[in-house]
C-alpha cells in the first residue's frame, strides 16, 4: 500500500499540469461547446492515463458526459466524478489559474475538478504499480450536477444498481478534508396562490389577497423546520400583485425542503403537499418534489468510512474525519441503490465562491487514499 503514496508523488509535478490544463477548458453547466469539449479531454486522458476504456456520450440538449472503465471482473466499483462548474465562459480570464504559497487557484479548482483529476492519478498509480482488481471500476463523467442532473440522473441511477458500492470525488469538507457519510435530501416546490383582487381603496373588503395567504403559509413552512433532526424549509424566492392599489390576486413562491432521511422526508412531504388556505376564497397549488434523496449513513457507509480512517492512519500518517453535508451531490441518486461514501476529492475551501481553492501537497494524499480504498475493497488479485 505505501508504495502507492510514493508512486502518485513522483507524478506531483504532472498532477499539477493536468489540472491547470483542465481549468483553463471551461465548462459551465450550460454551455455545451465547453462542457463538449471538455469530455472530449478526459475520454481522451483517461485512456492515456490509465490505459482504460472510455466512451463519450452523447447528449443533444446538455453538455456529453462520460462513461470509462478501467480493470475487469463481473462486480463493480462506481466513481463518480462532475465536470461542469458554475463559473461562466471567460471567467478564467478574471480568475486565472495561479498558484500560490502552495495553494492553486482558479474556476472549478474545488468543485470538483481537483478530484476527478485525483481520481485519474489515483488508478494510473494501480496502473504503474500492476496491481490488478477483481472488480472492475466504472467512472461516470457527468456534464450536469450543478443544474440538478437533468440528463444524467438516470444514468447514474442504473449504474449504480448494477455496482457494489460508490466513491464519489467531491471536496471533502472544512479544512481538514472530512469525508462526507451523510448528505441531506433535496426538494424543490413551486406555490401559486390564487385570491380575490379588488380595489384596494374603494372596495377592500370585497378582495382576498394572495400575498396575505403566501405570508401565513411562508410563516407555517418556516416553523416546521427542525434542526434537531436536521428538516429545514426555505421560502427562497416569493412574487405576486400586479399594482399597490390591487389586491393581489396571484402569489407565488419556491421552496426548498431539505432533509437527513428517508423518514423525515416521508414527514415534511405532506405538510408542504397538503397546505390548507389560512383565508376564505383562497385555492392553493403546489408542485414539485424530491430531486435527490437523502445519503443516509447507513452501516455499509459506516464500514466504508471505517476503511478509509484505517488506511488514511495505518499508510498516510493523519486523522481523517467524517461530517455531514447539508449540500446534495450525485451520490445522492446512488446512496439508495449502493453504499456510497462521498466527499473522496480535495481538501481546499470556497466552493462556488471567488476564492476557490486546493491545497496541492494534499493532492498526492487524497488521489493516493482512494487508490488504496479501490484495491482494498476492489479485492486484489494474487
Given at each position: 500500500m505505501r508504495d502507492i503514496y510514493h508512486a502518485i508523488k513522483q507524478d506531483e509535478d504532472m498532477m499539477v499540469d493536468y489540472l491547470k490544463e483542465i481549468i483553463?477548458?471551461?465548462?459551465?453547466?450550460?454551455?455545451?461547446?465547453?462542457?463538449?469539449?471538455?469530455a472530449d479531454w478526459v475520454a481522451r486522458t483517461f485512456e492515456q492515463l490509465t490505459g482504460g476504456q472510455s466512451t463519450v456520450i452523447e447528449n443533444a440538449l446538455y453538455g456529453n458526459h462520460v462513461r470509462a472503465e478501467w480493470g475487469e471482473g463481473e462486480e463493480q466499483i462506481l466513481v463518480l466524478a462532475h465536470m461542469d462548474t458554475v463559473w461562466p465562459r471567460d471567467t478564467i480570464k478574471k480568475?486565472?489559474?495561479?498558484?500560490?504559497?502552495?495553494?492553486?487557484?482558479?474556476?472549478?479548482?474545488?468543485?470538483?475538478?481537483?478530484?476527478?483529476?485525483?481520481?485519474?492519478?489515483?488508478?494510473?498509480?494501480?496502473?504503474?504499480?500492476?496491481?490488478?482488481?477483481?472488480?472492475?471500476?466504472?467512472?461516470?463523467?457527468?456534464?450536469?450536477?450543478?443544474?440538478?442532473?437533468?440528463?444524467?440522473?438516470?444514468?447514474?441511477?442504473?449504474?449504480?444498481?448494477?455496482?457494489?458500492?460508490?466513491?464519489?470525488?467531491?471536496?471533502?469538507?472544512?479544512?481538514?478534508?472530512?469525508?462526507?457519510?451523510?448528505?441531506?435530501?433535496?426538494?424543490?416546490?413551486?406555490?401559486?396562490?390564487?385570491?380575490?383582487?379588488?380595489?384596494?381603496?374603494?372596495?377592500?373588503?370585497?378582495?382576498?389577497?394572495?400575498?396575505?395567504?403566501?405570508?401565513h403559509q411562508t410563516l407555517y413552512?418556516?416553523?416546521?423546520?427542525?434542526?434537531?433532526?436536521?428538516?429545514?424549509?426555505?421560502?427562497?424566492?416569493?412574487e405576486g400583485g400586479s399594482a399597490s392599489n390591487v389586491i393581489a390576486?396571484?402569489?407565488?413562491?419556491?421552496?426548498?425542503?431539505?432533509?437527513?432521511?428517508?423518514?423525515?422526508?416521508?414527514?415534511?412531504?405532506?405538510?408542504?403537499?397538503?397546505?390548507k388556505p389560512k383565508l376564505d376564497g383562497v385555492k392553493i397549488q403546489v408542485e414539485g418534489g424530491i430531486n435527490r434523496p437523502p445519503l443516509e449513513r447507513t452501516d455499509q457507509v459506516a464500514d466504508l468510512f471505517a476503511t478509509a480512517k484505517q488506511l488514511a492512519d495505518e499508510y498516510l500518517g493523519f486523522e481523517l474525519t467524517e461530517m455531514a453535508s447539508g449540500g446534495a451531490s450525485d451520490g445522492n441518486y446512488t446512496a439508495p441503490h449502493a453504499p456510497t461514501l462521498d466527499g473522496l476529492g480535495p481538501v481546499g475551501d470556497g466552493a462556488h465562491a471567488n476564492h476557490e481553492q486546493v491545497v496541492l501537497s494534499q493532492m498526492p494524499v487524497r488521489s493516493a487514499l482512494f487508490a488504496m480504498l479501490l484495491a482494498e475493497c476492489g479485492g486484489k488479485k494474487s
Amino acid at each position: 500500500m505505501r508504495d502507492i503514496y510514493h508512486a502518485i508523488k513522483q507524478d506531483e509535478d504532472m498532477m499539477v499540469d493536468y489540472l491547470k490544463e483542465i481549468i483553463e477548458k471551461e465548462s459551465p453547466s450550460l454551455d455545451k461547446e465547453l462542457v463538449d469539449q471538455v469530455a472530449d479531454w478526459v475520454a481522451r486522458t483517461f485512456e492515456q492515463l490509465t490505459g482504460g476504456q472510455s466512451t463519450v456520450i452523447e447528449n443533444a440538449l446538455y453538455g456529453n458526459h462520460v462513461r470509462a472503465e478501467w480493470g475487469e471482473g463481473e462486480e463493480q466499483i462506481l466513481v463518480l466524478a462532475h465536470m461542469d462548474t458554475v463559473w461562466p465562459r471567460d471567467t478564467i480570464k478574471k480568475m486565472p489559474f495561479t498558484i500560490q504559497d502552495g495553494i492553486a487557484y482558479g474556476p472549478g479548482v474545488f468543485d470538483m475538478k481537483g478530484g476527478l483529476i485525483q481520481g485519474l492519478f489515483a488508478v494510473k498509480a494501480l496502473k504503474d504499480l500492476g496491481i490488478k482488481l477483481q472488480k472492475k471500476v466504472v467512472f461516470l463523467f457527468d456534464a450536469d450536477e450543478e443544474i440538478g442532473n437533468p440528463s444524467s440522473k438516470k444514468m447514474i441511477e442504473e449504474e449504480a444498481k448494477k455496482s457494489e458500492l460508490v466513491f464519489v470525488l467531491e471536496p471533502g469538507m472544512s479544512e481538514k478534508g472530512s469525508l462526507k457519510t451523510t448528505r441531506k435530501g433535496l426538494g424543490v416546490f413551486h406555490i401559486e396562490v390564487t385570491g380575490k383582487p379588488s380595489h384596494a381603496g374603494m372596495d377592500p373588503a370585497k378582495g382576498v389577497s394572495a400575498i396575505e395567504e403566501l405570508a401565513h403559509q411562508t410563516l407555517y413552512l418556516h416553523s416546521q423546520s427542525n434542526l434537531k433532526t436536521g428538516t429545514t424549509f426555505n421560502v427562497g424566492k416569493i412574487e405576486g400583485g400586479s399594482a399597490s392599489n390591487v389586491i393581489a390576486e396571484k402569489a407565488r413562491a419556491e421552496v426548498d425542503l431539505r432533509v437527513e432521511s428517508e423518514e423525515e422526508m416521508n414527514r415534511a412531504l405532506p405538510l408542504i403537499r397538503q397546505l390548507k388556505p389560512k383565508l376564505d376564497g383562497v385555492k392553493i397549488q403546489v408542485e414539485g418534489g424530491i430531486n435527490r434523496p437523502p445519503l443516509e449513513r447507513t452501516d455499509q457507509v459506516a464500514d466504508l468510512f471505517a476503511t478509509a480512517k484505517q488506511l488514511a492512519d495505518e499508510y498516510l500518517g493523519f486523522e481523517l474525519t467524517e461530517m455531514a453535508s447539508g449540500g446534495a451531490s450525485d451520490g445522492n441518486y446512488t446512496a439508495p441503490h449502493a453504499p456510497t461514501l462521498d466527499g473522496l476529492g480535495p481538501v481546499g475551501d470556497g466552493a462556488h465562491a471567488n476564492h476557490e481553492q486546493v491545497v496541492l501537497s494534499q493532492m498526492p494524499v487524497r488521489s493516493a487514499l482512494f487508490a488504496m480504498l479501490l484495491a482494498e475493497c476492489g479485492g486484489k488479485k494474487s
